[in-house]
């Protein structure tokens, strides 16, 4: 079972910058595709972003794109989602996923965190 811990949520202001972690533990961390995903209130969870295991494959949905930025330190079985030029409409509960490719990470990641929540004000 692969245990995944979020941190770094917390209130903001518009336009500022917050950074998200993601601590990975129970498997090898290298050997995993991680990713993002966020869900604001009475919406359905949506996709953020994901890396490929190595570091090598990123992808952003058009939202986030260009503001967001997805990272992994191996060493450290941690994954970051550096989110820069904050909206209210960012404001969610911020997840981090796992799963053995990308793909896989897109559509039905196998391991999921309890979530840390974003709120970005006006």
């Known amino acids: 079972q692969v245990q995944l811990v979020e941190s770094g949520g917390g209130l903001v202001q518009a336009g500022e910058s917050l950074t998200l972690s993601c601590a990975a533990s129970?498997?090898?961390?290298?050997?995993?595709?991680m990713g993002w995903f966020r869900q604001a209130p009475g919406k359905e969870r949506e996709f953020v972003a994901v890396?490929?295991?190595?570091?090598?494959?990123?992808r952003y949905a058009d939202s986030v794109k260009g503001r967001f930025t997805i990272s992994r330190d191996n060493a450290r079985n941690t994954v970051y989602l550096q989110m820069n030029s904050l909206k209210p409409e960012d404001t969610a509960v911020y997840y981090c996923?796992?799963?053995?490719?990308?793909?896989?990470?897109?559509?039905?990641?196998?391991?999921w965190g309890q979530g840390t929540p974003v709120t970005v004000s006006s």
């Open positions: 996923a796992a799963g053995s490719n990308t793909g896989m990470v897109v559509t039905t990641p196998a391991y």
């Open positions: 129970g498997r090898t961390f290298s050997s995993l595709a």
């Open positions: 890396q490929s295991s190595r570091g090598i494959t990123t």
